[in-house]
């Protein structure tokens, strides 16, 4: 029988997995480079669906030095048949054998998995530097994902937005955004939007592809429901203000046919 690729994927979220990366990777705090290795990887513990970087010992200028795990909340969501961990569970969340260590001045910034592949390495806490580099460009949010692919299409298909039956969104010129292993996302102009029935949010977020995102919420609700990127990272600058909702919390409509909500990260508990 053939092999669906998403299938294998989600498989796969109960592993600890990694990925060698070619580039050389740096991490600063307090404008000291700690962290300047050409033979990072990109580590995925189990029930995690974002990555993040592990360098080799002699790859970190700074003291290891073991400490205890510090305490920190899951936020799991059921994608699969056991639940994996929100992208912001924190990195002390670890999900498979291993020990915890300050990374000089970073307080239990890394961990070192109890695995033989990956003996040597320490995964890095992105959160504790202040700013990371694939050699020469500043990134932010993660590691991006060696499998995952963005492509920005205009279309002129019908877009409807509702929730309990009111009409958020109507268009028919979005913008779609199709990432992989991920639901389309579809963004549409603002005076295509009942930005009248939308409040803004306090909440920000980081997307390693997009930058940073800034939201609203309708209500008390349906909160933080729809989000644009007023500034995006190069490659992504056709995203500039437009609105997109979750998918996974409304009522999207396309050509007609009313879709089935997904299931991701960011679906509803």
């Not at 060698?20 to 307090?30: D, E, F, G, L, W």
């Not at 202040?130 to 460009?137: H, P, V």
């Not at 992989?180 to 803004?200: I, N």
């Not at 995006?232 to 089935?260: I, K």
Request: glycine fraction near 6%; aromatic fraction near 8%; proline fraction near 10%.
């Amino acid at each position: 029988m053939a092999l669906l690729i998403t299938d294998e994927y989600r498989r796969s979220l109960g592993e600890l997995r990694f990925h060698p990366t070619p580039k050389r990777v740096r991490a600063r705090k307090n404008g000291e480079t700690l962290v300047d290795s050409e033979q990072a990887r990109i580590v995925w513990e189990p029930r995690r669906v974002v990555g993040q970087y592990a360098v080799p010992v002699a790859d970190i200028a700074a003291d290891l030095t073991e400490a205890p795990a510090p305490a920190a909340a899951e936020h799991p969501v059921r994608m699969i048949d056991s639940p994996v961990l929100d992208p912001s569970s924190a990195f002390a969340v670890h999900t498979c054998p291993g020990s915890t260590f300050d990374v000089g001045p970073c307080q239990a910034a890394g961990f070192v998995p109890d695995d033989p592949d990956l003996d040597g390495y320490v995964l890095l806490d992105w959160a504790a530097f202040d700013e990371w580099l694939e050699e020469d460009e500043p990134i932010v949010g993660h590691p991006r994902d060696p499998r995952s692919r963005i492509d920005l299409l205009a279309s002129s298909r019908h877009v409807r937005v509702e929730l309990d039956g009111v009409e958020l969104a109507n268009s028919v010129r979005p913008l779609l955004l199709v990432e992989t292993f991920l639901p389309p996302r579809y963004y549409l102009r603002p005076e295509d939007v009942r930005m009248e029935l939308l409040q803004p949010s306090d909440l920000r977020t980081t997307c390693a592809y997009k930058g940073h995102a800034a939201y609203w919420s309708l209500g008390t609700t349906a909160p933080n429901i729809a989000w644009a990127y007023p500034e995006p990272l190069d490659g992504m600058q056709r995203l500039a203000g437009l609105v997109s909702f979750f998918t996974e919390q409304v009522d999207l409509e396309v050509d007609g046919v009313r879709l089935e909500r997904p299931l991701t990260p960011w679906s509803s508990n």
